[in-house]
């Protein structure tokens, strides 16, 4: 089926460990994105890239790295991590041509550093 | 900062009746305002969109109501049925190179059968 593919689903991590979680989408879209999901916060943005070769800070960028290694893959690394970034991790994708589409997303990473 | 300011945080509505969310922005330069459905442990996904030269969209149960002067937009689910138990976010977006969304904080709806 088309659509956003994230792996791993769940992942446990000890602080100070590392790991890159992984995203993929076979729809051909120009724009992909990093959003983490907390209780009561919603979904807000880590880091975004518009095209193949960009990448830009979104709102909350701080201990992540992201990868657009082709059109198709985008990845966010985690280089040492800290309890607070246990959350919900989606990854969607988007076109940038024509009108305003909306976001597909992934089914998301759970993701515990204890 | 922008900012999509979503409320309430939770609702509970019985089976038949009508659930209202509401939404408010600030960035005058959003032009594309979509809804989003999310059941425990999928990702979101697109319910209903609208642009701000209609003041209201509607798809099957699924009503989209803006107000541009307000900027203000709401979500109004007809005949709630218990399986449109879910969180709700709503979103606000510009036609830019990078078409970003800015999420409300959702809602979680209940619908009692």
């Known amino acids: 089926n088309a659509g956003v593919t994230q792996t791993p689903k769940f992942q446990v991590l000890k602080t100070g460990q590392s790991m890159t979680l992984q995203c993929a989408q076979d729809?051909?879209?120009?724009?992909m994105y990093w959003y983490r999901q907390d209780p009561g916060m919603g979904l807000r943005l880590i880091y975004y890239s518009a095209s193949e070769g960009t990448t830009d800070k979104g709102e909350v960028p701080n201990g992540y790295n992201v990868s657009r290694l082709n059109k198709r893959e985008f990845s966010l690394r985690l280089e040492s991590a800290a309890p607070s970034q246990t959350s919900v991790y989606f990854c969607?994708?988007?076109?940038?041509?024509?009108?305003?589409?909306?976001?597909?997303f992934g089914s998301g990473t759970r993701l515990t550093v204890v | 900062q922008q900012q999509v300011k979503q409320s309430p945080q939770s609702l509970i509505v019985q089976k038949g009746g009508i659930s209202i969310i509401n939404c408010a922005y600030e960035n005058t330069a959003f032009d594309y305002f979509p809804w989003y459905q999310q059941f425990p442990g999928k990702g979101p996904a697109l319910l209903i969109a609208i642009r701000p030269d209609v003041s209201e969209k509607k798809e099957g149960r699924f009503t989209i109501s803006f107000n541009k002067s307000a900027k203000q937009f709401s979500l109004h689910i007809m005949d709630s049925q218990p399986g449109d138990s879910a969180t709700y976010f709503c979103?606000?977006?510009?036609?830019?190179?990078?078409?970003?969304?800015?999420f409300g904080s959702g809602t979680q709806l209940t619908v009692l059968p």
């Open positions: 969607a994708s988007s076109a940038t041509s024509g009108p305003p589409h909306g976001y597909t």
């Open positions: 979103a606000a977006g510009s036609s830019g190179s990078a078409r970003q969304l800015t």
């Open positions: 729809m051909n879209h120009n724009s």
